[in-house]
């Protein structure tokens, strides 16, 4: 058979889109965040303001090395998929030629991920938030938690924290995490499950 596209992840690109160019396949890479570096300068500023150390081998602690591989990885595809106009701006930013990058957005299934139902006197239940993801500075748990509380949106509905903590985060977090309106469960295999709920 034949393709139009190879949609490439990052970490395994450069042969992939080698192929693809060779046999005259267009290539994405996707990015599914900001410019790596722009990320290790903003992570090494929020965990040295929190006073967390950055573990060595940590997907946002600076890696020369990682940021040469996703430099060829860019080289290497036609095309490189960016998730906002905010990360579009980074990689324009650190020289990328806009042309070269293409902005997408990700969906959802509506069937997975229903809307909540009316409550029985038509309105919707008290707010449910639900945070998933890495438990670490870089998501911005610490901001959502104090807009959590401070907000007054504790005082009836409830949060549900869902993933693993970067190292020191949860200790840091503690009265946070301990308010009865916050729920932290880990890290859940079945996200979809504890949407519907």
């Not at 790596?36 to 890696?63: F, K």
């Not at 438990?135 to 007054?152: F, I, M, N, Q, T």
């Amino acid at each position: 058979g034949s393709f139009d596209v190879v949609h490439c992840w990052p970490r395994a690109t450069v042969q992939t889109a080698a192929a693809a160019r060779e046999t005259g396949v267009v290539s994405v890479r996707e990015a599914p965040n900001t410019h790596t570096s722009y990320a290790y300068e903003r992570v090494a500023e929020e965990t040295a303001r929190l006073g967390l150390p950055q573990p060595e081998g940590h997907s946002h602690t600076d890696d020369a090395e990682a940021l040469a591989l996703e430099e060829r990885q860019k080289a290497a595809t036609d095309l490189v998929a960016v998730p906002s106009e905010f990360a579009l701006r980074t990689f324009v930013e650190r020289g990328v030629p806009a042309e070269r990058l293409g902005l997408h957005q990700y969906g959802f299934d509506p069937a997975r991920f229903p809307p909540p139902a009316q409550g029985a006197n038509g309105r919707h239940p008290a707010l449910r938030a639900l945070f998933v993801g890495r438990c670490e500075p870089r998501k911005g748990l610490h901001y959502a938690l104090a807009a959590w509380v401070d907000s007054g949106a504790a005082e009836h509905g409830t949060l549900t924290i869902c993933g693993d903590f970067y190292p020191g985060y949860e200790e840091l977090l503690a009265d946070r995490l301990a308010h009865p309106s916050v729920t932290v469960k880990g890290f859940v295999p079945d996200v979809a499950a504890v949407m519907r709920e």
